[in-house]
């Protein structure tokens, strides 16, 4: 039972460059979603999705894109990495938005 | 704009000490939930709350939402090792978010 599985769990980038986080879930879940969390933030939502082809933006968009082409992908997009985009992220799944998530293990990313 | 507000930020008891995490809000929330996050791990659901006034218990995790279902309490009774962790409020409002508190973290030592 995978659940929701984010790949890489760690990743070193430098200022400006781009890469993908990605997002997979296996309980046909509707709804998924991405948030990064910083120590006394709490988690904090950057974008998310009420299913395929549709994504909105949540309270951190910036500096982040997402695309949902299938239900189990929720991949996410860091255009030019800073180091302000040091945190934890972590994906979600669940029904509705507004339904218990189910979380992934999360990514830790530090750009230098 | 942070909605939720958990406190305290930070606890360290030892075995056998009750607590109380409490998460605040001026807002009214359709439903709360709280969660547990382990280190290198993402969040674990605990319990859902819906109805204000509503008590729900797991094991020594006492839960109750507020009468106004603007507030919520997590209580642990004779806490033990195993309950460290962060512990995550998360309210709902009728919309396709989850609003996320502060966080709690919590250290019970031997």
């Known amino acids: 039972n995978a659940g929701v599985t984010q790949t890489p769990k760690f990743q070193v980038l430098k200022t400006g460059q781009s890469m993908t986080l990605q997002c997979a879930q296996d309980?046909?879940?509707?709804?998924m979603s991405w948030y990064r969390q910083d120590p006394g933030m709490g988690l904090r939502l950057i974008h998310y999705s009420v299913g395929a082809g549709i994504t909105d933006q949540g309270e951190v968009p910036n500096g982040y894109n997402v695309s949902r082409s299938t239900t189990e992908d929720f991949p996410l997009r860091l255009l030019s990495a800073a180091p302000s985009q040091t945190s934890v992220y972590f994906c979600?799944?669940?029904?509705?938005?507004?339904?218990?998530?189910?979380f992934g293990d999360g990514t830790r990313l530090s750009i230098l | 704009t942070q909605l939720l507000e958990q406190s305290p930020q930070f606890l360290s008891i030892q075995e056998g000490e009750n607590l109380t995490v409490y998460c605040n809000s001026s807002?009214?929330?359709?439903?709360l939930q709280w969660y547990r996050q382990e280190p290198g791990e993402g969040p674990v659901l605990l319990v859902t709350v819906v109805t204000g006034g509503e008590v729900k218990k797991l094991k020594r995790l006492t839960f109750q939402f507020g009468d106004a279902r603007k507030d919520s309490s997590l209580h642990i009774t004779a806490a033990q090792t195993g309950d460290t962790g962060l512990y995550l409020c998360a309210g709902a409002r009728n919309t396709d978010k989850l609003i996320f508190g502060t966080g709690t973290r919590l250290q019970v030592f031997p």
């Open positions: 979600a799944s669940s029904r509705t938005g507004s339904q218990p998530q189910h």
């Open positions: 309980m046909n879940h509707e709804y």
């Open positions: 807002s009214v929330f359709s439903s």
